[in-house]
C-alpha cells in the first residue's frame, strides 16, 4: 500500500496527463475543421480539408478518446483511495493513529515506527493488519 502523499502525487499526475491528452485532443479536432481566410477584405470558409491529414488526425482523436477513457476511470479510483484513507486516518484514535501516520502519511518503515511510537514490531505488525483491514472494509475502527 502506498503512502498518502504518493498516493496524492499519483493523482496530481493522472491529472496533469488528463489535461494534456484533452488539449491535444482539441488541437486535432481544430485539424479537422474547414479553415477561414479573409480575401480581399470578404471572409472565405475553405470546405477542402486534405483526406490523409483528416483520417489521420481523427484516428488520432480516436487514440486519445480511448486514453482519456482510461485515465479518467484511473482518476476515479485514486481518488476513492483517497478519500478511504482519509476516513480512515478520522476514524482512528490513540495508537492506530499513530502507526497509520507514520506508515501511510510519513511513510515510515516497521523498524523506524517501533523507534517513533515505541511499541513492538509485533504490535505494529497487529496495528498494520487491522489498519488494512478497516482500509480494505472501508469501516470505521471501533474498539
Do not use: C, H
Not at 480511448?66 to 485515465?71: G, H, K, N, Y
Not at 478511504?84 to 515506527?113: C, H, P, W
Amino acid at each position: 500500500m502506498k503512502n498518502y502523499y504518493d498516493q496524492q502525487l499519483e493523482l496530481e499526475l493522472a491529472k496533469n496527463r488528463l489535461t494534456t491528452l484533452k488539449e491535444k485532443k482539441k488541437l486535432y479536432f481544430e485539424e479537422t475543421q474547414p479553415k477561414s481566410k479573409k480575401i480581399n477584405g470578404v471572409m472565405v470558409q475553405s470546405s477542402i480539408v486534405d483526406n490523409n491529414k483528416f483520417l489521420e488526425y481523427t484516428a488520432k482523436i480516436e487514440y486519445l478518446d480511448d486514453e482519456i477513457d482510461v485515465l479518467e476511470n484511473e482518476i476515479k479510483i485514486l481518488e476513492s483511495y483517497l478519500k478511504r484513507m482519509e476516513n480512515t486516518l478520522r476514524s482512528m484514535k490513540g495508537a492506530l493513529e499513530k502507526v497509520f501516520v507514520a506508515k501511510y502519511i510519513d511513510g515510515l518503515s516497521v523498524k523506524q515506527i517501533t523507534m517513533r511510537v515505541n511499541y513492538s514490531k509485533t504490535q505494529v505488525y497487529r496495528y498494520l493488519s487491522i489498519i488494512q483491514q478497516i482500509i480494505k472494509n472501508g469501516k470505521k475502527w471501533e474498539k
